[in-house]
């Protein structure tokens, strides 16, 4: 099984970025996704979730509507748009899986992607 993010990058203050995670190894149909981030010297930290039907968001208080988390389950994939970013929104964005939301958003899911860096200036 295989989480494989891509879509990172270098933007200005205020820029626009969407990151994508296509699952691999098997279907993720009843698993909740995520993404979680970690910026150089701090722990990782919980950024969005979706449950497998798209039903509901879920999003740090950090994200305050500049952030917004979809899936397509046809394509297996999970995706984050980051608008309005600032220099803090740098770090390696990784996107995450578990069939129990509960751990996913504890940051203990059973299945981890590599991450993506994402560099914000002023």
């Known amino acids: 099984v295989q989480l494989q993010a891509s879509g990172g990058g270098s933007v200005q203050a205020g820029g626009s970025l969407r990151l994508s995670c296509a699952a691999s190894g098997r279907s993720f149909i009843g698993y909740d996704m995520g993404w979680f981030r970690q910026a150089p010297g701090k722990e990782r930290e919980f950024v969005a979730s979706?449950?497998?039907?798209?039903?509901?968001?879920y999003y740090a208080d950090f994200v305050k509507g500049r952030f917004t988390i979809s899936r397509d389950n046809a394509k297996n994939t999970v995706y984050l748009q980051l608008n309005s970013m600032k220099p803090e929104d740098t770090a390696v964005y990784s996107c995450?899986?578990?069939?129990?939301?509960?751990?996913?958003?504890?940051?203990?899911?059973?299945?981890w992607g590599q991450g993506t860096l994402v560099t914000v200036s002023s």
């Open positions: 995450a899986a578990d069939n129990r939301p509960i751990r996913l958003r504890l940051g203990t899911p059973d299945y």
């Open positions: 979706i449950p497998w039907d798209g039903s509901n968001e």
